[in-house]
Each structure stands twice: as C-alpha cells, then as structure tokens.
C-alpha cells in the first residue's frame, strides 16, 4: 500500500535520521553515534520525539511510543518501527527530498491559516520555526510564511537571498496559492 504523499515527504525529509535509528536497532555497535544524535535532536527541540525513540531503542515497538506526538513526529517514529520490521520498507538516506513537492500542500496550509483557520495557523508557526533553524532557502521561506499568510504574493521580494531552488519554490507555492484566489 501506497503511503500518502505528505507522509512520503515527511520521511524523505527525515531518511538519514530514521535509516540511522532503524539500523541501530540491529547494530548495537552504532549506539554512541546514535545516542549522540538524538542528544542533537532533543537540542533542537524534539523532546518528545526522542524520547519516543528511545522506548524503541530499549525495545518498545508497540503503537503506544508515538502516542501524543504531533503528526510529523509520529510519521517518523511510524518509519523506525516499519523500518525494524522490514529494513526494505527504509528510505534511501542519499536521495534528497524535493522541496517543491511540498509546494501544493504548503498553499493548502497558508490558505487555512489565512481563512482563520487556527489549527493551521498554530501548524504553519511551528513549521515556520523548524525552517528557521534548518537555515538557507528553508530558513528564508520560514521566515516568509507569514508574508504569505498576511496576502504577500511578490516572488521577487519572498525569494530574496534565495538560491534558483529557492525561488523555484517560491514561484511554485505562489502559483498554488493563485489558485485559491486569495490575496
């Protein structure tokens, strides 16, 4: 079975953290590497997930470790557990994802928040401030989001700074909001 597209990019975005933790499960060896890692993770504010990664570390592999993470966390943890099971069902940690796939489901989210919607308006906040810290395009676009919710459609002004990737996705994710019709 197919996985959703957003949960597809979820996990391409995240493929090294979750081939990582899904082989250090089979390799003990890895263990100082990974527990170094997930101390990086918890520094850049994943607490919960690390800690629901650690219960799969010490060998929990039920549904109830990614209970209460929010839905990226989950699709991640959701990855490690199938990626345990079956080490066929891990991304490939050397593709990397593409950024304007993400374009259509962005706009969908910019649209939400823009319409009053408060949930995505909260969503968009707490994605915006995970770009932030990613730095580079993904850094400025964070930092534009809320242009966009606030109506901001001059790609030429989003995509300051940005390299032609970056742009390209600013023009794509203006285009999807064009179709919305807001303004």
């Given at each position: 079975?197919?996985?959703?597209?957003?949960?597809q990019?979820?996990?391409q975005?995240?493929a090294?953290?979750?081939?990582?933790?899904?082989?250090?499960c089979?390799?003990p060896?890895l263990?100082?590497?990974?527990?170094?890692?997930?101390?990086?993770?918890?520094?850049?504010?994943?607490?919960?997930?690390?800690m629901?990664v650690?219960q799969?570390?010490?060998?929990?592999?039920?549904?109830?470790?990614y209970?209460?993470?929010d839905?990226?966390d989950?699709i991640?943890?959701?990855?490690?557990?199938?990626?345990?099971?079956?080490?066929?069902?891990?991304?490939?940690?050397?593709?990397?994802p593409?950024?304007s796939?993400?374009?259509?489901?962005?706009?969908?989210?910019?649209?939400?928040a823009?319409?009053?919607?408060?949930?995505a308006?909260?969503?968009l906040?707490?994605?915006?401030?995970?770009?932030?810290?990613?730095?580079?395009?993904?850094g400025?676009l964070?930092?534009?989001?809320?242009?966009?919710?606030n109506g901001?459609r001059?790609?030429?002004?989003?995509?300051?700074?940005?390299?032609?990737?970056?742009?390209d996705?600013i023009?794509k994710l203006?285009?999807?909001?064009a179709?919305?019709?807001?303004?």
């Amino acid at each position: 079975m197919a996985l959703p597209e957003r949960t597809q990019q979820v996990i391409q975005t995240y493929a090294q953290f979750i081939h990582a933790i899904a082989t250090a499960c089979h390799k003990p060896e890895l263990m100082p590497q990974t527990q170094q890692m997930l101390t990086q993770a918890e520094l850049q504010g994943w607490g919960a997930m690390v800690m629901a990664v650690r219960q799969v570390l010490a060998g929990k592999r039920d549904s109830s470790v990614y209970a209460g993470l929010d839905d990226d966390d989950r699709i991640i943890v959701e990855a490690i557990l199938r990626g345990i099971q079956d080490p066929a069902t891990l991304p490939d940690p050397n593709q990397q994802p593409d950024p304007s796939a993400a374009a259509p489901g962005l706009a969908g989210m910019i649209h939400a928040a823009a319409t009053g919607d408060v949930p995505a308006l909260s969503a968009l906040a707490d994605m915006a401030e995970q770009m932030v810290k990613v730095g580079g395009d993904m850094g400025r676009l964070g930092g534009s989001l809320r242009r966009l919710v606030n109506g901001e459609r001059d790609v030429d002004l989003l995509a300051r700074g940005m390299s032609a990737n970056g742009r390209d996705l600013i023009a794509k994710l203006v285009d999807e909001l064009a179709r919305y019709n807001v303004h």
